[in-house]
Each structure stands twice: as C-alpha cells, then as structure tokens.
C-alpha cells in the first residue's frame, strides 16, 4: 500500500495504541501511541514508548481542551512542547481558536517543518526522568553530526522552595560551540538566561543551563545549532 500510495501517510492504529509493535512498522509510517492525548499524560507515555521505539513512528497529536479523555484544559504551548518531541500532529478546529492561538499554532508548526529531521532522526538523550524527579522532565535529540540540538523541559507540579532547574545538556561535541535559541515562545520573553548566546559544548554539558520555569505545566524547547 504505502509503494503504491506514496502520497498518502498511513497509521497503525487499534485500540489506542494496540498497533504499537515492530511487525507492523514497516508496512506504516507511524504508529498510534496512545488515545489519551492529554499534554500531561504523554510525557509519561511518549518517555516509556520512546525507549523501544523512534520518535518518527510515534504519532503525538495537539487536541483540543478539554481534552476527551481527561478533561483537563492544558495551555496550548505545553500541548505543542509534548507533541513535538515525537511525531507531530494537529486535532484542532481552527474556528474555535483564537487569532493569537492560531498564530502561535502556525509558528510551531513552521518551527516543527524546520527542526524534525533532528527530532526523528536524531539521538535521544534521557536528561530528567518523569518517573524518577517527579517534579520535572527533560530530553533532548542531537543530530548524529552532533551540529544541531533541541531540549525540552517540563514541570509537572509545583514544590515550595523550588529552584529553578539546571538543564545540562548531552550529546554535543566539547570543543564545538552552540547558539541557544528558545522556540516556542508565546511573548518576547525568554524563560532560559542562556538565550541568543553562544556557549561551547562543554560548558553545557557540564555546568548547563538555568531555565526560569517552575509553574505545573510550564515548559521550555531550546534550540541549538553550531556556530563557527
């Protein structure tokens, strides 16, 4: 099917994530990972589906709020932060969102177009486990290069006294330096010190970087690619 319909992207998909196996990967593009697509939820899902399977075969839609299977309403940009560290799809009805939504929507999307060839075929770094933290996760995907990086980290909930979190990064070259730009940005406002400036790959991943995040369901993607 997919030699004679090669325009047309096709999904295993069955009992919401039933069709997650190997079998049926080479007849698919990607798979369903889950009908719970709640923002929160899939952090959890995508890190435990993610250490069998690569992030091009594992579908993770932005749906709307509340959402269908927990009626929690997540802000749009944790939603687009998750969905984007795997295979990215859109479940929203572009008539029910605001301007401001809809533009923040079609930036991510460009953003995403621009970054997913280092998302899906990029080496995944395990920095901050949900499981184990709890407060907190954070991975990221490094080209095989080594030139190009994207981190992402999200707070899960809240702690008296919190620090704010130091993300050091793994993966870059030393001696190589990297431009840290944060995507997703809702305002002109950055949440991490370290961006637009340009750092060598060994101080990022020795000492790292702060990130000014430590409301539940806020969420940080950093971009970062190599400069001469």
């Not at 399977?53 to 009626?71: C, D, F, K, R």
């Not at 177009?113 to 407060?135: A, M, N, T």
């Amino acid at each position: 099917m997919m030699e004679k319909h090669p325009d047309v992207i096709f999904q295993a998909c069955s009992s919401g994530g039933g069709r997650v196996d190997y079998g049926s990967l080479p007849y698919h593009h990607e798979f369903w990972t889950s009908d719970d697509t709640d923002a929160f939820e899939r952090i959890f899902i995508q890190w435990g589906t993610s250490h069998f399977y690569p992030a091009i075969a594992m579908g993770a839609h932005v749906s709307a709020v509340p959402n269908h299977q927990t009626a929690n309403s997540l802000p749009l940009k944790l939603r687009f932060d998750v969905a984007m560290a795997g295979r990215l799809g859109v479940e929203l009805q572009p008539a029910d969102m605001t301007d401001t939504e809809r533009e923040f929507a079609k930036q991510c999307i460009s953003t995403y177009k621009r970054i997913r060839d280092v998302l899906q075929f990029g080496d995944l770094y395990r920095l901050i486990s949900p499981y184990k933290e709890g407060d907190k996760a954070a991975l990221m995907y490094v080209s095989p290069e080594g030139d190009h990086a994207v981190a992402f980290l999200y707070v899960l909930r809240y702690q008296c006294g919190y620090d704010y979190p130091i993300l050091k990064l793994r993966g870059l070259v030393p001696e190589r330096k990297y431009r840290v730009v944060e995507l997703n940005k809702e305002s002109k406002r950055s949440y991490c010190k370290g961006d637009g400036k340009v750092f060598d790959g060994d101080f990022l991943m020795k000492h790292g970087l702060q990130v000014q995040i430590h409301k539940p369901n806020q969420s940080v993607v950093l971009e970062l690619a190599e400069v001469e």
